[in-house]
C-alpha cells in the first residue's frame, strides 16, 4: 500500500517536472464538432495543455 503511493507521487512528479521543462507527451485529436483541417489538435498526456499548431505538413518527398 505505502509502495504504491510513493510510486504514483514519483510518477506525477516526473510528469510535472518534464511538462515544466517543455517534454510534452502529445497525443493528436480529432473534434468532432469541427470539419476539416480545424478539427485536428493535440493535448499533452500528462498536463491537458492544447496545442493547435498542427496540420497537414505536405504530400511529402514522393508526391
Do not use: F, K
Not at 2 to 14: F, K, N
Amino acid at each position: 500500500m505505502r509502495t504504491e503511493r510513493l510510486v504514483r507521487r514519483a510518477y506525477r512528479l516526473r510528469s510535472w517536472v518534464l511538462c515544466r521543462l517543455g517534454r510534452h507527451l502529445w497525443a493528436r485529436r480529432r473534434n468532432p464538432e469541427v470539419g476539416g483541417r480545424g478539427a485536428l489538435y493535440e493535448d499533452c498526456r500528462r498536463c491537458g495543455t492544447v496545442r493547435m499548431g498542427w496540420g497537414d505538413r505536405g504530400p511529402g518527398p514522393l508526391g
